[in-house]
């Protein structure tokens, strides 16, 4: 099945650094949504775009959805151990009428304190 | 509260039985999906519900199958066909296709 470009794969980070990951899709997308997963654990939703250009923040993460539709960017800042996880982007194309969710392979973020 | 129910969190087969995965929300959400999670590959979509009484396959259906006989329940089976079972399972709905994804906290299969 289809699936977004999300880069980088894996991050290690020092403690308080600001972390920025993205996602790239070849279609034109209608929303992005990112999701953090803790290890063992089903993924949350962090923050959800639906507009082109949004700028949507929850606490020390800001997420855009990019003017051209086919990207999204998730930035983290002042990172803490507690960040650590994978972190997924996932939306939906106006490719078709089957509007499911597609993912990203996610991005794992290592903290060192 | 409402939510997503998944059960149970861990689970032990022999190879070649088959075994069922329970899946319950109580948000009122009109789509369901199972997915399969393997390191370092992401979200699989196994099945999706749309609506009660109806489901659709998604990529990696062989060797599954599901029922959503109720709009708050969606099993899945993981049958003796399914050539390499173990993984971590998730399930998820959502008020409509497409919209924002809410998910379970996932089963654990092992088969031995």
């Known amino acids: 099945g289809q699936q977004l470009n999300q880069s980088p794969q894996s991050m290690f980070i020092q403690e308080g650094e600001d972390v920025s990951m993205n996602c790239t899709s070849s279609s034109i997308f209608n929303t992005w949504l990112w999701y953090k997963q803790d290890p063992g654990e089903g993924p949350v939703l962090l923050i959800a775009?639906?507009?082109a250009g949004e700028l949507t923040s929850n606490g020390r993460l800001t997420a855009q959805f990019g003017i051209t539709r086919k990207d999204s960017f998730l930035n983290i800042s002042a990172s803490i151990p507690s960040d650590v996880g994978i972190y997924f982007c996932a939306g939906t194309s106006n490719a078709g009428n089957n509007r499911k969710l597609i993912w990203g392979l996610g991005t794992s973020l290592a903290v060192n304190p | 509260d409402g939510g997503i129910t998944q059960s149970p969190k861990y689970l032990f087969r022999k190879e070649g039985q088959n075994v069922t995965l329970s899946c319950e929300q109580n948000l009122n959400h009109d789509a369901m999906y199972w997915y399969r999670q393997d390191p370092g590959q992401g979200l699989r979509l196994i099945y999706y519900?749309?609506?009660?009484?109806?489901?659709q396959k998604g990529d990696i259906a062989e060797g599954y199958s599901v029922s959503r006989e109720k709009k708050e329940s969606f099993p899945l089976t993981v049958t003796s066909a399914q050539k390499n079972p173990t993984a971590f399972y998730l399930c998820a709905s959502t008020l409509f296709m497409g919209g924002e994804a809410f998910f379970g906290q996932g089963t654990r299969l092992t088969v031995v």
């Open positions: 519900s749309q609506i009660v009484n109806d489901f």
């Open positions: 775009l639906y507009k």
